[in-house]
């Protein structure tokens, strides 16, 4: 069955940096990629590959956060740099294996952000 694995969430002050890492079962997908939601908000895109290995950044983590990922390790890493108070949210691994297939959702990792 499809399983996510995620780690590297944790306490960080603002400036510093965090890597997140999301081991899936699967070793082809349509996304492979990070969400997250904060206190109060709704679940939102944070970076992503498709299938054809294209990213996607939300403009807010443009420039400060980097996806990259490791097919032989079936593993996609965030690299959170510059982080900021308002990146504070339970970030989620996520998968989708092709169009009109369901997601599949990591347990969800904290990362909190303080000033």
């Known amino acids: 069955q499809v399983q996510l694995v995620e780690s590297g969430g944790g306490l960080v002050q603002a400036g510093g940096s965090l890597r997140l890492s999301c081991v899936a079962s699967e070793s082809t997908y349509s996304f492979l990629g990070w969400y997250r939601q904060a206190p109060g908000a709704q679940r939102e895109l944070v970076a992503g590959f498709s299938r054809d290995g294209s990213t996607r950044y939300a403009d807010s983590v443009k420039g400060r956060f980097s996806i990259s990922r490791s097919n032989a390790k079936n593993t996609v890493y965030l690299q959170m740099n510059s982080l900021k108070p308002e990146d504070t949210a339970l970030y989620y691994c996520?998968?989708?294996?092709?169009?009109?297939?369901?997601?599949?959702w990591g347990p969800g990792t904290h990362v909190t952000v303080s000033s």
């Open positions: 996520k998968l989708n294996l092709g169009p009109l297939k369901p997601n599949y």
